[in-house]
């Protein structure tokens, strides 16, 4: 932990792989959510077995807010360490001459999924975790998608989360690219990563944002 | 010298913003400079040249900056201008940026080179010895010149793979990396440096410390976190590629795996 500290490839790489954690976690949890467009009793099965299965809710969920916590944590120090190395600022810096826009303003688009996250576990992790360890109330195996579509019912929250999505998407037009090159891996294939990388930072985003249009048109 | 009729339109006039600072502790300020007389065909540091003529005409203490060859290949000529370290132009130097690259009546801000691990000395003049610092922690080979030493070529060495090594050890140490860099990162300096090593044999034996050394020089020398925006492969005057700098992750992974 200490060597993770202090070297600055370390900490390159422990960023690396829980972004990388933390885009499977996303992958998962949208093949998940867009069952709920076309098939009701598939999103409450889904949401049912991850709602109450013991290793998600106590192994894997525990992690994945480590890792959340860990990933914008370690964002912040980055940025503020990189920010004292600079010393005195520059009179003027062209920034956009030579790195794109999502490339130097990571800490901006992930501050962005930030403030989201904030209200995404407003919205639904909270009332997860008041209905079941709380209130414990009796579980309701098909409550799960008349919840999700009530959500979306409300226009500032579908517009919110968005604009979120495409923030999302930002942050990872350059972070999927990005981590496999802080794990050392550019070779013959990295031109295939970034291809992939554009399909995932476009598609994921595009995906989510579908199926809160989608709830709000058809509620 | 009278100027040929042919250049007279093309002389340009400018005005030139540089940061100027007595010494190492003094604090700067940016000044304004008014220049008449500029041929696009000098180069940038025969303008600067030509402003501190007019300075020391006027009693005023010239601009101190670095330079040495003039050709491109010292690596000294650091200078942000117009807010990219050695100007507007690619894969040059500030001694091989032309006036061309300017119009008539432009402002031209010209800075040091900025970074924590790079103070100012003086002006436009940065301690770049931290550099330096790194290469002695690790960037060479020990060999025994006894005079039994194996003659270099007569070790095959896999054309793609000298290529790479040839490519990497162009790097003039000029600093445009770090200067350029969002975050002074210096990663492209060393992982050129720890490249040209690791793709041939004869950096084999000290790989493993290489790097480790060198990485943590460079990390003591308070440098800062790479980001992969990929400014300074853009801004490098000898192109150091960005490959280089996933082979020294690889390497530095592989070293502290190796222990
Ligand atoms: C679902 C949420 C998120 C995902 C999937 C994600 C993914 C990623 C990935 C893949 C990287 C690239 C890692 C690398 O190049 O080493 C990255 C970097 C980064 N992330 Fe996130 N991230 C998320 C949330 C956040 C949050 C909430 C913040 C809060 C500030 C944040 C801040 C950063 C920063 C500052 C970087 C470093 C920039 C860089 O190294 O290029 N991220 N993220
Ligand atoms: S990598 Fe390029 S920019 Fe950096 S010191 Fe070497 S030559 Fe200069
Ligand atoms: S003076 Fe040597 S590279 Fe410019």
Redesign the pocket.
Known sequence: MSSLLSSTILR??A??LS??F??V??LQHFVINITSVFSATIFNQFSHFMGTNALVQFALQPVLIGG?IF??VM??V??IQNRKARGTRYAVYKGSANAPWV?RN??I???T??AF?GLHFYDFWVPEINYKYIEVLPEDPNRYHEELVHKFEDLTRVVIYVISFFF?SL??S???A??F??MGVNNKYTPTFKSLGKLYAIGIPLGFAFIAIFHFLNH | MPIPSGLINLIMKLTLKIWRQENATAKGSMQTYSLDGVSPDMSFLEMMDVLNEQLMEQGIEPVAFDHDCREGICGSCSMFINGEAHGPDRLVTTCQLHMRKFKDGDTIHIEPFRAKPFPVIKDLVVDRTAFDRIQHAGGFISVNTSGNTQDANAIPIEKADADKAFDAATCIGCGACVATCKNASAMLFVSAKVSQYALLPQGQVEATDRVLNMVKQMDEEGFGNC???GACEVECPKGISLENIARMNREFLSANVKG
Do not use: E, P, R
Request: zero cysteines; glycine letters at 10%; a neutral charge.
């Open positions: 390159k790489v960023m690396a972004g990388i933390l885009m976690f996303l959340v990933h914008f964002g912040f980055l940025d490339s990571m800490l688009s992930g501050a999924i930030l996250l999302l942050h990872l350059h972070g999927f990005s981590s090159q802080s | 980001t992969n925006t």
